[in-house]
């Protein structure tokens, strides 16, 4: 891969709430590494698992996902100094000389390179603590399974993969060709019907998903000796349900004009919600969020003065160069929502029962937005969300690296400029990985796709 | 005999085409060889493997990414320019990220009516197969035979037939004498005195996919019987095992560079078709169960497994290894194939340590170029075995 260094800069936020993310962050890695001394059981886990089990059998879980992130934000030794490269550039290098395919996601290739150097602190934030067990999943992309696979051969942990039905769409296979029936899915949203996002999962998938969940807890059990504990989980899993009571109400707001929290914002607050969703301080970050946002709304604050276009975000983000989301505002345009991260309605609390509640969510949060598994259902969130949200452009995330990302993006570009008269333009890199960014390319596609949009009429105004 | 193979293999369109005609029955092709092929065959149906071509791509591009399997995007594209329009139905399950997608892109670029009673389609045109990642552990094998069951039902509402155990058991027999001729085929690539090339096998093997399989059993008969009166190949070559995905009539070739380089693959790890995982299906259980269990029994790459400290893709090679004396591994595996590329460097690490077997790593671009460009490195390589 070529060697340069690109131009890149954090974005500026809007939200006030979204400053207090970094030191969230910064206070999650801390405690991670006073937790393993204590001897509190660390497993490296995934962004997609929902976190509840962890805390309710007091387990310290944190994510090379994550870790990517940082590193394909910081220089070693938290240099600010431009000519010395990310280190998600170093440990990529690392992973692709033991022979990783550059192709392979940033993530991976940074926690992997991080690991090849035999010192795991030598990383931002002086890296994940070393883990006592990995657990991750095979839904969203087959990367994190063999992904975490090789890091607990190389950890010597013992692991546990939550297998996940990949729904092909979301509609229940119980009865013969309904599913077709629904193809293709953005037909019903042509005529201005709302699609459904999830149904109710068929039996066997549920009975599976659950066995998986009982699995992993009768893993953690028995690597730690901690015991589960049905009322613990239920107060996990009521300030999990609370929390995106929250979180919804959240992307409600946003949809107002001017958009009071844009991409910006959002992908900053993404973690949070992603990461330590079951605790009170996560709780607690949103609620004062949503009054923030709330309160731009009551007082028509928008993140910039005089809106001229709404756009609409698809894909997960370039960490090493987020001041792109802020790139339209010299146009008048901004960025006002990302479906990426931004959950759907929970299913109602079940205490009696709360693995087979858990088993639900798991199964509609796989059919549902977060990470569309089938091409339709993509294309389908994004013209809902584009109504949704009047937005007149969407900028795709052509994320080379990561297959469940990038296999939609032709489909949504296609279907909503032929269908809704929507364009559309695409970003091409890695997500960590600056040496896949061209920026000439990147800003002059983003300055003819900004004139186009400011000829048209908005299509959902 | 051999050419009869070799003719299936290579002008497959057109020999399925006359089959169907002349036996007026129907064709479903497949995407992957952990489709349950036989409850296809089991409703009467011939079930085909799908493969791409080296004819250019015209039409993909429109619906597919490029950063694609380079494999399952000339399938996709043969799929969009017509190609495929004989098949009756078309089955993917979820084997990786792109084959799970793959329902979706097949309905766009070849779409087809069929009839709906209340809007419903009693038997898609394309069916999904949820087939789990992990192949073990609490609960799997029930998840998998419920699936099986909804598929058999389309199946049979395709058919108008019900497919009972007999008719189950009556594949299942004609299945295990494949998979039972297959194996004594293989033995004799594990002779020291070779008689038969790897590209040979590859057609012999590979055939059994595109034909019926009673048809393919009645000639690894007589084959068999040729093969033991055989002279061995003057020329033997380096024994190598490939390990790889998106091997087809097409990047085949890649047997014929080996040979040509001085190699000779006398063993696979190449998923393509599930005889190559020598399994058979135990006929003493009810028949959905016996097909469940032996679907799962392939240890492709995109397999996990329950284990807390897995390695199971470095032992399923090892069985693969046993009694072949490999002397190096080539890996040819296609471009953007995650599953495939994250397990190589630990099976890198685990054949120099445990057999002291070198490798080589080569980038399938499913393209001419592609294989032209592994002449050279494959010469290196061999050369630098044979010291
Ligand atoms: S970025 Fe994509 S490939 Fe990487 S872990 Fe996430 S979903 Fe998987």
Redesign the interface.
């Known amino acids: 891969m070529e060697d340069k260094r690109v131009k890149t800069a954090p974005s500026k936020k809007s939200v006030n709430t979204a400053r207090e993310v970094w030191p969230y962050v910064k206070e999650d890695y801390a405690s991670a590494h006073r937790a393993k001394a204590e001897g509190k059981p660390v497993v490296w886990s995934c962004a997609i698992i929902p976190k509840e089990v962890f805390w309710a059998l007091d387990v310290y879980p944190v994510f090379p996902e994550h870790f990517g992130v940082i590193s394909g934000m910081m220089r070693r030794g938290g240099t600010k100094d431009e000519s010395v490269e990310k280190e998600a550039v170093r440990f990529s290098r690392l992973a692709e000389a033991?022979?990783?395919?550059s192709?392979?996601c940033g993530y991976?290739r940074a926690s992997i390179g991080n690991t090849l150097t035999g010192n795991l602190a030598d990383a931002p934030l002086g890296g994940l603590p070393k883990p006592d067990m990995i657990i991750t999943t095979?839904f969203v992309?087959?990367?994190r399974?063999?992904?975490l696979?090789?890091l607990?051969?190389k950890h010597?942990v013992?692991?546990?993969?939550l297998?996940i039905?990949?729904?092909?769409?979301d509609l229940p296979?119980?009865?013969?060709?309904?599913?077709?029936?629904f193809?293709?899915f953005y037909e019903k949203i042509k005529r201005g019907e709302r699609d459904i996002f999830f149904s109710l999962p068929?039996d066997?998938?549920l009975?599976?998903t659950q066995?998986?969940w009982?699995?992993c807890i009768r893993?953690i059990e028995d690597v730690t000796g901690h015991k589960y504990n049905q009322d613990r989980f239920n107060e996990v899993m009521d300030i999990s349900y609370r929390t995106n009571e929250i979180r919804l109400e959240i992307l409600e707001l946003r949809k107002a004009v001017p958009a009071p929290m844009g991409v910006a914002d959002g992908l900053a607050c993404m973690y949070p919600g992603t990461y330590t969703m079951g605790t009170k301080r996560c709780y607690e970050f949103y609620v004062r969020l949503r009054d923030e946002v709330k309160e731009r709304v009551e007082n028509g604050i928008g993140t910039i003065p005089n809106e001229r276009f709404r756009l609409l975000w698809y894909g997960l983000a370039p960490w090493f160069n987020m001041s792109l989301f802020n790139y339209f505002e010299k146009f008048g345009g901004v960025f006002v929502y990302e479906p990426i991260y931004n959950l759907v309605p929970f299913p109602p609390r079940m205490p009696e029962n709360p693995v087979r509640e858990l088993a639900i969510r798991t199964l509609q949060q796989s059919g549902g937005m977060i990470a569309p598994?089938?091409?339709?259902q993509a294309v389908s969130t994004l013209v809902n969300a584009a109504r949704e949200y009047k937005c007149s452009g969407i900028v795709t995330f052509?994320l080379?690296?990561c297959?469940?990302v990038?296999?939609p993006?032709?489909?949504i570009a296609?279907v909503l400029e032929e269908d809704f008269g929507i364009p559309a333009v695409p970003i091409e890199c890695d997500l960590i990985d600056e040496r896949t960014y061209s920026e000439a390319q990147t800003l002059a596609r983003f300055d003819a796709f900004a004139e186009r949009l400011l000829k048209m009429e908005p299509v959902f105004a | 005999m051999i050419q009869e193979f070799h003719d299936w293999v290579h002008n497959r369109h057109d020999r399925i085409e006359e089959w169907k005609k002349e036996n007026k029955r129907k064709v479903f092709g497949y995407l992957c060889c952990v489709a349950p092929e036989e409850l296809i065959h089991a409703a009467g149906i011939l079930p085909v493997k799908l493969t791409g071509s080296d004819e250019p791509i015209s039409v993909v591009d429109r619906h597919v990414v490029h950063y694609a399997c380079p494999y399952v995007r000339s399938i996709l594209d043969l799929a969009g320019r017509g190609v495929y329009d004989y098949l009756d139905g078309v089955v993917t399950c979820n084997t990786c990220d792109i084959m799970s997608r793959c329902e979706y892109y097949w309905r766009v670029l070849s779409p087809r009516e069929k009839s709906t009673i209340l809007g419903v389609e009693m038997s898609p045109y394309v069916l999904y197969i949820k087939h789990p990642e992990k192949i073990s552990g609490k609960g799997v094998r029930e998840f998998l035979k419920q699936e099986y069951r909804i598929f058999k039902q389309h199946l049979e509402r395709e058919q108008k037939i019900i497919i009972d155990d007999d008719r189950l058991s009556r594949t299942v027999d004609i299945y295990n004498e494949h998979y039972y001729l297959m194996e004594e085929f293989r033995a004799y690539r594990k002779e020291e005195d070779l008689k038969v090339s790897g590209l040979e096998a590859f057609e012999v093997e590979f055939s059994s996919l595109l034909m019926p399989k009673e048809e393919h059993n009645r000639l690894m008969e007589s084959y068999l019987g040729e093969l033991s009166e055989r002279e061995p190949l003057p020329d033997r070559g380096l024994r190598l095992l490939l390990s790889g995905g998106g091997i087809d009539q097409f990047t085949s070739q890649i047997y014929r560079i080996i040979e040509e380089c001085g190699g000779q693959v006398v063993a696979e790890d190449i998923g393509v078709s599930t005889s190559y995982f020598c399994r058979k299906i135990d006929n003493t259980k009810d028949p959905l169960d016996a097909i469940v269990e032996h679907r799962l029994g392939v240890h492709c790459p995109h397999t996990m497994t329950e284990d807390r400290f897995p390695n199971e893709r470095f032992e399923y090679i090892k069985k693969v290894l046993d009694g072949n004396r490999i002397q190096g591994v080539i890996f040819f595996v296609p471009l953007y194939c995650e599953c495939r590329n994250l397990e190589y460097p630990k099976l890198k690490e685990d054949l120099r340590e445990e057999f002291d077997v070198p490798t080589l790593y080569l980038d399938n671009d499913y393209s001419h170029g592609g294989l032209e460009e592994a002449h050279s490195r494959i010469e290196a390589f061999i050369e630098m075995i044979s010291g």
């Open positions: 033991a022979g990783f395919a192709y392979l991976a095979s992309c087959d990367l399974g063999k992904w696979r090789y607990a051969q010597n013992p692991f546990y993969i297998d039905p990949e729904r092909g769409c296979l119980t009865m013969p060709g309904l599913r077709s029936a193809l293709p068929a066997h998938e009975d599976y066995t998986q009982e699995e893993f598994t089938t091409i339709g052509y080379i690296t297959r469940p990038v296999y993006t032709v489909e296609r």
